[in-house]
């Protein structure tokens, strides 16, 4: 049975859902109830964090176990790892994933690294949420997407869910998985509807997601930019090209083998990122297929990403600044050559 | 802020004295053969010797169970021993051995054992502080009786950790003891230059927890101080910043020529005011060790270390494999 609602509902359900199977979780962060100590809210909270997601959860499941943590991302992030490592299951919000400069390294050094700096005998089962995302006019600092971060260090998982089922799939397994896990939540994905399943279910990480097939072309999209090559995929098709469009759903671990097989059967690869291009989750799997498919590659591998430039915050240079299926198709284009792409 | 350079023996039983003396002397008989050993040139890495600040991991842990937690710092081998953790373990560990108490990945710096409440050594500065208060917030969510202790330096009070933690833990009464070895240096810094307070336990004040300042080179004192916070916390009535004037009898590594130092202070520190004899004689004066258990212990004590050391020498180093295993459980 599946159940229409919105990324944002889908976020909501999957943690009651863990809270209710088991008291361990717990779910911390800055105003994720809000209005801590007001006494007409004490109950039903405020906000139910900075977009609302976390909205009534407190109602549900009290203040001992929905904590309003000060601004103080060092002091409580380094706490939920420890919690973590004594017995909880913490689900230690990030408001925006810009903010991990203040506590990069409770994350870095502590989270992701306990489990072999102790020989194997601790376990972090830590889920942070985290907003990402260009495209709302927030500016240089709450508008990145900083996943490749985070993939680039051992011991943390890394999950980027692009839909609302899959949102709802990937955080439960997150919650319940023994490693700490980076799930990030683009902002502009939030008021997006999808089905849903109903009730507990989970996606394993590391399993890739064909969300079409084709012959000519593999697009693979991280995060909200699978809906972009979506979008890029039936305009291809209306010229006569049929890409496979591929959602990692999580980048680490990396579904190799799915790109992998993708690119053997297509011969040609574009990666639509909407980080920054250096040292990113497009680079990463371009160096993958590149390694392990280059002679399966009819074409060079196209990224389409942002610049190398921070977030602009003008609507319309914002608009310039992230991908579009324009951009895609562009790439494409190089990729075969004017002259076919004029001529099918 | 008071300052306690003595207290009473009637809290401290014959059998307390003797885990405390023979922890004492574990902690200087390991860090003393350590330094030796590294200026062998047999140990890889970087070391931090904890020998003249014995008197702050032991009168705290004293007061602790398994199941109480501890954050401790790069500084971290008498933390280690105070809180149980086995000798041999982590002599292993320290030579990089597959025996150690991590399988060789920590070393000196990383060495844990979360079954016996240690959380890791840690080699950021400031890094224990916000984890303290996790632990003591697994304590309060689930509703143990467990305190968490974070053992920090006077550096670290520096540190914004030190602030968020603290305040985090005073709003939310968490069972938690931020206990400050202050050591008069962060690194090859003074404390005076760097800290702008002349007390870390006067922070407490703005945050409206108990502070005290004791001689950590006291370990009556220190036991005395920690009881009473460790009691406060076990009652949900809060954390507290218990501060121990003590000396960092090696320098800030080994290897470090600790220029900064002044001898007049250094040389009393290795004598007179050396926390070891300063028991010994506290302990015989107010008869709750004869001379004959002193020696005992003493001796008790090189055996121990005697077989640590070889068993770390004996021990065979990790197996390759062992690189990428433990990274993930599962990928």
Same mark, same amino acid.
């Given at each position: 049975?599946?159940?229409?609602?919105?990324?944002?509902?889908?976020?909501?359900?999957?943690?009651?859902?863990?809270?209710?199977?088991?008291?361990?979780?717990?779910?911390?962060?800055?105003?994720?109830?809000?209005?801590?100590?007001?006494?007409?809210?004490?109950?039903?909270?405020?906000?139910?964090?900075?977009?609302?997601?976390?909205?009534?959860?407190?109602?549900?499941?009290?203040?001992?176990?929905?904590?309003?943590?000060?601004?103080?991302?060092?002091?409580?992030?380094?706490?939920?790892?420890?919690?973590?490592?004594?017995?909880?299951?913490?689900?230690?919000?990030?408001?925006?994933?810009?903010?991990?400069?203040?506590?990069?390294?409770?994350?870095?050094?502590?989270?992701?690294?306990?489990?072999?700096?102790?020989?194997?005998? +601790?376990?972090?089962? $830590? %889920? &942070?949420?985290? #907003?990402?995302?260009?495209?709302?006019? /927030?500016?240089?600092?709450?508008? !990145?997407?900083?996943?490749?971060?985070?993939?680039?260090?051992?011991?943390?998982?890394?999950?980027?869910?692009?839909?609302?089922?899959?949102?709802?799939?990937?955080?439960?397994?997150?919650?319940?998985?023994?490693?700490?896990?980076?799930?990030?939540?683009?902002?502009?994905?939030?008021?997006?509807?999808?089905?849903?399943?109903?009730?507990?279910?989970?996606?394993?990480?590391?399993?890739?997601?064909?969300?079409? +097939?084709?012959?000519? $072309? %593999? &697009?693979?999209? #991280?995060?909200?930019?699978?809906?972009? /090559?979506?979008?890029?995929?039936? !305009?291809?098709?209306?010229?006569?090209?049929?890409?496979?469009?591929?959602?990692?759903?999580?980048?680490?671990?990396?579904?190799?083998?799915?790109?992998?097989?993708?690119?053997?059967?297509?011969?040609?690869?574009?990666?639509?990122?909407?980080?920054?291009?250096?040292?990113?989750?497009?680079?990463?799997?371009?160096?993958?297929?590149?390694?392990?498919?280059?002679?399966?590659?009819?074409?060079?591998?196209?990224?389409?990403?942002?610049?190398?430039?921070?977030?602009?915050?003008?609507?319309?240079?914002?608009?310039?600044?992230?991908?579009?299926?324009?951009?895609?198709?562009?790439?494409?284009?190089?990729?075969?050559?004017?002259?076919?792409?004029?001529?099918? | 802020?008071?300052?306690?350079?003595?207290?009473?023996?009637?809290?401290?039983?014959?059998?307390?004295?003797?885990?405390?003396?023979?922890?004492?002397?574990?902690?200087?008989?390991?860090?003393?053969?350590?330094?030796?050993?590294?200026?062998?040139?047999?140990?890889?890495?970087?070391?931090?010797?904890?020998?003249?600040?014995?008197?702050?991991?032991?009168?705290?842990?004293?007061?602790?169970?398994?199941?109480?937690?501890?954050?401790?710092?790069?500084?971290?081998?008498?933390?280690?021993?105070?809180?149980?953790?086995?000798?041999?373990?982590?002599?292993?560990?320290?030579?990089?051995?597959?025996?150690?108490?991590?399988?060789?990945?920590?070393?000196?710096?990383?060495?844990?054992?979360?079954?016996?409440?240690?959380?890791?050594?840690?080699?950021?500065?400031?890094?224990?502080?916000?984890?303290?208060?996790?632990?003591?917030?697994?304590?309060?969510?689930?509703?143990?009786?467990?305190?968490?202790?974070?053992?920090?330096?006077?550096?670290?009070?520096?540190?914004?950790?030190?602030?968020?933690?603290?305040?985090?833990?005073?709003?939310?009464?968490?069972?938690?003891?931020?206990?400050?070895?202050?050591?008069?240096?962060?690194?090859?810094?003074?404390?005076?230059?760097?800290?702008?307070?002349?007390?870390?336990?006067?922070?407490?004040?703005?945050?409206?927890?108990?502070?005290?300042?004791?001689?950590?080179?006291?370990?009556?004192?220190?036991?005395?101080?920690?009881?009473?916070?460790?009691?406060?916390?076990?009652?949900?009535?809060?954390?507290?910043?218990?501060?121990?004037?003590?000396?960092?009898?090696?320098?800030?590594?080994?290897?470090?020529?600790?220029?900064?130092?002044?001898?007049?202070?250094?040389?009393?520190?290795?004598?007179?005011?050396?926390?070891?004899?300063?028991?010994?004689?506290?302990?015989?004066?107010?008869?709750?060790?004869?001379?004959?258990?002193?020696?005992?212990?003493?001796?008790?004590?090189?055996?121990?270390?005697?077989?640590?050391?070889?068993?770390?020498?004996?021990?065979?180093?990790?197996?390759?494999?062992?690189?990428?295993?433990?990274?993930?459980?599962?990928?």
């Amino acid at each position: 049975m599946t159940v229409k609602m919105s990324y944002s509902d889908a976020i909501n359900d999957a943690i009651r859902i863990a809270m209710r199977k088991d008291e361990n979780v717990i779910l911390m962060g800055e105003d994720v109830a809000g209005g801590a100590e007001v006494d007409h809210l004490q109950d039903e909270g405020a906000w139910g964090g900075v977009f609302g997601v976390t909205k009534g959860i407190v109602e549900e499941f009290g203040r001992d176990r929905v904590i309003d943590t000060p601004i103080a991302e060092a002091g409580y992030m380094g706490a939920a790892v420890s919690a973590a490592a004594t017995g909880l299951r913490p689900i230690s919000e990030l408001m925006f994933n810009d903010f991990i400069g203040s506590c990069l390294d409770e994350v870095m050094n502590q989270a992701a690294k306990f489990h072999y700096m102790f020989g194997g005998k +601790a376990k972090v089962p $830590l %889920t &942070i949420r985290t #907003i990402d995302g260009a495209g709302f006019n /927030a500016a240089a600092q709450h508008s !990145q997407s900083l996943y490749a971060l985070f993939t680039h260090i051992p011991g943390l998982k890394v999950v980027v869910p692009s839909n609302p089922y899959d949102m709802k799939g990937l955080l439960l397994s997150a919650i319940f998985d023994d490693d700490p896990v980076v799930v990030f939540e683009d902002k502009t994905l939030y008021g997006v509807k999808g089905q849903v399943g109903e009730g507990f279910y989970t996606i394993p990480f590391g399993k890739a997601e064909i969300k079409r +097939a084709g012959k000519d $072309l %593999t &697009i693979v999209g #991280i995060g909200k930019q699978v809906n972009t /090559a979506l979008k890029a995929a039936d !305009q291809l098709a209306r010229k006569g090209f049929e890409a496979e469009v591929i959602d990692p759903r999580t980048l680490s671990p990396l579904d190799e083998d799915t790109i992998i097989n993708s690119v053997k059967k297509t011969g040609r690869l574009i990666i639509v990122d909407e980080a920054y291009p250096r040292c990113s989750a497009a680079t990463d799997i371009a160096a993958i297929v590149g390694d392990k498919a280059f002679d399966y590659l009819d074409a060079p591998i196209k990224r389409v990403t942002a610049p190398h430039s921070p977030v602009p915050f003008s609507p319309p240079l914002e608009k310039l600044y992230l991908p579009n299926p324009e951009k895609i198709i562009n790439a494409f284009q190089s990729m075969v050559g004017d002259k076919v792409f004029t001529t099918v | 802020m008071q300052t306690e350079t003595k207290a009473s023996a009637k809290d401290m039983t014959v059998e307390k004295a003797k885990w405390i003396y023979q922890k004492m002397q574990e902690i200087r008989q390991f860090e003393t053969s350590v330094h030796d050993i590294f200026e062998k040139g047999e140990i890889p890495g970087f070391v931090h010797l904890y020998a003249g600040e014995e008197a702050v991991a032991v009168g705290v842990c004293a007061h602790l169970t398994d199941n109480d937690n501890i954050t401790s710092t790069h500084r971290g081998h008498g933390h280690c021993i105070a809180k149980g953790c086995d000798l041999d373990g982590m002599m292993a560990e320290i030579f990089g051995r597959s025996t150690g108490l991590c399988k060789g990945k920590g070393g000196s710096m990383h060495i844990a054992d979360v079954s016996k409440g240690m959380l890791g050594a840690n080699g950021i500065v400031g890094a224990g502080l916000p984890l303290a208060i996790g632990a003591g917030l697994t304590a309060k969510v689930k509703k143990t009786k467990n305190v968490a202790v974070c053992f920090f330096g006077d550096g670290a009070s520096n540190h914004g950790t030190f602030h968020e933690a603290v305040n985090m833990a005073a709003i939310w009464k968490l069972p938690v003891i931020f206990v400050c070895e202050n050591n008069g240096f962060g690194e090859a810094s003074t404390f005076d230059y760097a800290a702008a307070t002349d007390h870390v336990a006067d922070y407490a004040k703005a945050y409206k927890i108990v502070g005290k300042t004791v001689d950590g080179r006291d370990v009556q004192a220190v036991y005395d101080a920690a009881g009473k916070a460790v009691q406060r916390a076990r009652n949900g009535e809060g954390p507290t910043i218990l501060e121990c004037k003590t000396y960092r009898d090696y320098g800030h590594f080994e290897g470090d020529t600790q220029t900064y130092k002044d001898k007049d202070v250094q040389e009393r520190a290795l004598h007179e005011d050396d926390p070891i004899l300063r028991f010994q004689k506290y302990a015989k004066d107010s008869q709750l060790l004869t001379e004959d258990e002193i020696t005992a212990i003493d001796d008790k004590v090189k055996a121990e270390i005697e077989h640590a050391i070889k068993f770390a020498e004996d021990s065979p180093f990790p197996d390759a494999s062992q690189v990428t295993t433990d990274v993930y459980i599962n990928y």
